[in-house]
């Protein structure tokens, strides 16, 4: 594990402020999808992957642990 994600981690731990969650679908990939940018993995043909509604897709269990202290898309925080 790198140190980003690490970090990434230690701050999902200490901010355990709950927040209503955007919607999202979740789905198993059926092609590789390039990368998650929560753990800046591949996302693989047969993951487990959330797909939200501005189309951006992560692995489902990334997605999960952003949401518990984020409210909307990594990429598109305006949203
Ligand atoms: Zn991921
Ligand atoms: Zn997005």
Not at 17 to 41: F, Q
Not at 58 to 73: A, L, M, Q, T
């Amino acid at each position: 594990m790198s140190n980003t994600q690490q970090s990434f981690y230690v701050f999902l731990r200490q901010s355990l402020v709950l927040s209503p969650r955007l919607e999202y679908s979740d789905d198993v990939l059926t092609k590789d999808a390039g990368e998650c940018v929560i753990c800046l993995e591949e996302l693989l043909q047969g993951d487990t992957i959330a797909r939200l509604p501005c189309l951006c897709i992560y692995h489902k269990s990334c997605i999960d642990s952003w949401f518990e202290v984020n409210r909307s898309c990594p990429e598109h925080p305006a949203d």
